[in-house]
């Protein structure tokens, strides 16, 4: 059977989106989870973008080792060079050169004939295997050029040097009959026919998994996506969807990939998690409703074979479906072993502030659900904390204006302020801003129940502004108020360790 590749482009592609931007050590998080979901390539970033890019480029390459590590280029050897600089400490090193091929792209963003876009092609190519020996050649808006002219380009990259070429739906413009076409002539087309052939869809019809799987149909050799469909515009192939079609229906595509299906759920939550943009719950494959039955000859179907109503299982994308998990009288040896069940491999520090949390939440809470579990580990794997909390007390009502005493700690000493605000919840922020000696912006405010019952997990994320940046901060609490000023810390702690 054969056996496609898979590049993974959260961390470049889908952090370009607005309002998905992560920090270092976010994106250090999302491709070591995406190292152990087993993409065959992580695209890290666009080195030559901004020094952050860059650095988080060579921090990723020289971490991850078990897959391989793209850099995105433009066609030029400043880029080139750039890229290699951040890349040349990988395992497996990528450079990912990109140039437009459509003649409105020509026109109108570049100013240049068909014949410079050969050249500077070829010169590109030529320039980066100087430097390593895999090279992929993106042909951007591939889907609106004129065919001969497309092959014209991929024949001679080829000739310069290209690894991989990859066609790309730059704006999300075929149906699936199309992607199906224009990928068989691609393959019937080449100079090279062992030269494998990739697909880049965007979503802006909402066929981008359409469009990739009919690209495999057609004989595609590497696909591109991301963790649930982040991106720019409508978003690029959400990459759950694409392999579990692959898996749920080899029976007729015939493929398979690399992938461990069962760390689907976790990647996608915590990409959701660290960029603050919830799944919709009807979302495929990784929704909150994907294995929910509410229809009465549903859960009838589903008590007598669930293969009535799921083509899938739940386990098959790491999703824990038991409610009752650990309790109050549980120990760290059975936490830690629960825990390595749900995919989390915790040690020292991050196993120590986890059980911590998880007795704090246990004291209150009888049932703790996996969902919870996992919440509670990811919070404690946030970055250093500046500032912790020690106490608050709010005063709140219709007949007086709220009030909020709030005391944080910071090495080991302890700053107390009273702010008044028209929430207890915003004078909470208010006094936090007085200890920290910054105004900051709330730019965004989620607040959501983790279980079912009174006694569930709250968990709040903020995204919080300051001097034209962004920072998210999750928290987590019974006490909704509590989990409140948890997160807003959080966000804090985030901003001052790069200021």
């Not at 080792?65 to 880029?79: E, N, P, S, V």
């Not at 302890?414 to 910054?438: H, M, Q, T, W």
Request: aromatic share 6%; hydrophobic share 40%.
């Amino acid at each position: 059977m054969k056996t496609l590749t898979v590049l993974d482009t959260t961390l470049r592609d889908g952090e370009q989106s607005p309002g998905c931007s992560m920090q270092l050590k976010e994106k250090l998080e999302v491709a070591k989870q995406l190292e152990h979901l087993g993409v065959d390539f992580i695209e890290a970033g666009f080195p030559i973008a901004s020094p952050d890019d860059f650095q988080a480029v060579k921090a990723i390459a020289n971490t991850i080792k078990g897959a391989g590590i793209a850099g995105l280029c433009r066609a030029t050897a400043g880029d080139i060079s750039c890229a290699w600089e951040a890349l040349k400490g990988a395992a497996a090193p990528r450079i990912h050169i990109f140039l437009a091929t459509s003649d409105i792209h020509l026109r109108y963003k570049l100013g240049i004939s068909r014949e410079e876009v050969l050249d500077k092609a070829v010169s590109a190519v030529a320039f980066a295997r100087r430097f390593l020996p895999d090279v992929e050649f993106s042909a951007e808006d591939a889907t609106r050029t004129d065919r001969d002219f497309l092959m014209e380009v991929y024949n001679r990259v080829i000739q310069a040097g290209a690894t991989l070429i990859n066609v790309t739906d730059t704006v999300g413009y075929l149906l699936p009959q199309e992607t199906e076409s224009l990928i068989r002539y691609v393959k019937q087309n080449l100079i090279n026919p062992a030269i494998p052939v990739g697909i880049h869809c965007h979503n802006d019809l909402g066929m981008a998994t359409a469009n990739t799987l009919a690209a495999v149909a057609a004989g595609a050799d590497h696909i591109e996506g991301t963790i649930n469909g982040i991106g720019e515009r409508a978003g690029n192939a959400a990459l759950e969807e694409v392999i579990m079609a692959l898996k749920t229906r080899q029976d007729l595509l015939g493929c398979q990939t690399r992938i461990n299906t069962r760390e689907l759920y976790r990647s996608s939550r915590l990409v959701s998690t660290i960029i603050d943009k919830p799944v919709a719950h009807n979302k495929a494959v990784v929704g909150e409703n994907a294995f929910v039955h509410e229809a009465g000859v549903h859960q009838h179907g589903m008590m007598n074979n669930p293969l009535t109503y799921e083509i899938m299982s739940p386990a098959d994308i790491g999703l824990q479906t038991n409610s009752l998990v650990l309790g109050k009288h549980s120990g760290k040896a059975a936490f830690e072993q629960r825990m390595k069940e749900l995919g989390y491999a915790l040690d020292g520090e991050k196993l120590a502030a986890a059980f911590k949390s998880f007795k704090q939440l246990a004291d209150h809470q009888k049932a703790i659900t996996d969902r919870e579990l996992c919440s509670l580990v990811e919070g404690a794997a946030q970055i250093r904390q500046t500032y912790s909390l020690k106490s608050f007390v709010v005063n709140s009502g219709t007949l007086i204006s709220a009030t909020a005493v709030v005391c944080l700690e910071k090495d080991s000493q302890c700053y107390e302020k009273v702010a008044r605000g028209p929430s207890p919840i915003l004078a909470a922020f208010n006094a936090v801003d007085k200890i920290v000696g910054e105004v900051y912006q709330l730019e965004s405010f989620v607040i959501q129940s983790m279980a079912a019952g009174r006694d569930s997990l709250g968990e709040v994320v903020v995204q919080l502004g300051l001097k034209g940046q962004s920072f998210i901060g999750r928290g987590l609490a019974n006490d909704i108020v509590g989990a409140c000023i948890h997160a807003y810390i959080s966000a804090v702690n985030k901003s001052l360790c790069i200021s």
